[in-house]
């Protein structure tokens, strides 16, 4: 196994704990039990998986990750309240976050609008600012 193919296995296993971390804060944020430090993590986890799917060149995680970190941003910053609404668009953000990572660990091409419907849906957040 060469070099390159140990550090993105290093990335995926990664991105395992980056998603346990995201569905806990987001269910916590969901039931009403999460805080600022929540937020921050689940930040920080999304934030992760698009500097590491940057630097192996997994453009659609990359830019799907952006979309969803720049919501999260907005949220650590006090511009989008962690309501219910909000965080009923992220759930879902997630659950194509997983697939995208799934994908590019698998080496499977990504179909060009594949989780287009759940960008639109964070973009309308962040229209709405």
Same mark, same amino acid.
């Given at each position: 196994m060469s070099s390159l193919d140990q550090l993105k296995n290093t990335f995926f296993d990664e991105c395992? +704990?980056?998603? !346990? !971390? &995201? +569905?806990g804060g987001l269910t916590d944020l969901r039931q009403g039990h999460g805080s600022d430090d929540t937020i921050n993590a689940v930040f920080r986890s999304v934030h992760s998986v698009k500097g590491g799917a940057g630097i192996f060149g997994f453009d659609s995680l990359v830019g799907f990750a952006h979309v969803f970190e720049t919501v999260l941003d907005a949220m650590r910053g006090g511009t989008l309240a962690p309501s219910t609404d909000i965080v009923d668009v992220l759930l879902p953000a997630n659950d194509v976050l997983t697939d995208l990572i799934a994908m590019s660990r $698998?080496? +499977? $091409? &990504?179909?060009p609008n594949y989780g287009q419907e759940s960008r639109a849906a964070l973009e309308r957040l962040l229209s709405d600012l």
């Amino acid at each position: 196994m060469s070099s390159l193919d140990q550090l993105k296995n290093t990335f995926f296993d990664e991105c395992s +704990e980056a998603l !346990q !971390q &995201i +569905e806990g804060g987001l269910t916590d944020l969901r039931q009403g039990h999460g805080s600022d430090d929540t937020i921050n993590a689940v930040f920080r986890s999304v934030h992760s998986v698009k500097g590491g799917a940057g630097i192996f060149g997994f453009d659609s995680l990359v830019g799907f990750a952006h979309v969803f970190e720049t919501v999260l941003d907005a949220m650590r910053g006090g511009t989008l309240a962690p309501s219910t609404d909000i965080v009923d668009v992220l759930l879902p953000a997630n659950d194509v976050l997983t697939d995208l990572i799934a994908m590019s660990r $698998a080496g +499977e $091409a &990504i179909p060009p609008n594949y989780g287009q419907e759940s960008r639109a849906a964070l973009e309308r957040l962040l229209s709405d600012l």
